[in-house]
């Protein structure tokens, strides 16, 4: 029962990942610097709620987070591939925490989602564009948040898991 539950939460969150930059490929006007209209040419969600605004633009991503390493995207694309097979290689055979599985998943998950997009569009299709307090921060997507929460949690675990204290030896 545990395992489909798994299995139906990472699937529909691959499809919610697919069908995003699928809809951003269609529909979404792409990032342009130098566009007049709000902000970069995209479509304006809200703008300076409390110093934050949010819209969606349609950019490609040839690297890996922030563009970083995007002249290396075949290089990337097997590194992505070498990652994703470790960790499931990981996840199957050595981890011994159970609290770990969702986080590592989540992880692999939107890894396999950004495999995708360089499979199908030859780059990562990202779409969410936070503007706060003046400083544009990096568009992302479904799949970079994932990630970016599986990563999160994994810190999290790591910092409130108690280890079992070790039985005390008779001299």
Not at 1 to 12: A, D, E, L, P
């Amino acid at each position: 029962m545990r395992k489909k539950f798994f299995v139906g939460i990472f699937s529909s969150l691959l499809l919610v990942d697919i069908l995003t930059k699928y809809y951003t490929y269609l529909y979404i006007p792409k990032m342009s610097w130098s566009h007049p209209s709000f902000p970069f040419g995209g479509i304006g969600i809200f703008s300076n709620f409390f110093g934050i605004s949010f819209s969606l633009n349609h950019v490609e991503n040839l690297g890996a987070p922030w563009g970083i390493f995007s002249a290396y995207s075949s290089f990337l694309f097997i590194a992505r591939l070498l990652i994703i097979a470790s960790l499931i290689f990981y996840v199957a055979y050595f981890n011994k925490i159970k609290a770990r599985q969702f986080p590592l998943w989540l992880i692999i998950t939107g890894a396999v989602g950004n495999v995708i997009d360089y499979v199908v569009y030859g780059h990562v299709i990202d779409m969410f564009h936070f503007i706060f307090w003046g400083y544009s921060y990096p568009v992302f997507n479904v799949a970079d948040s994932m990630i970016c929460s599986g990563i999160v949690l994994l810190i999290l675990q790591s910092l409130f898991h108690r280890s079992e204290p070790s039985e005390m030896k008779a001299s």
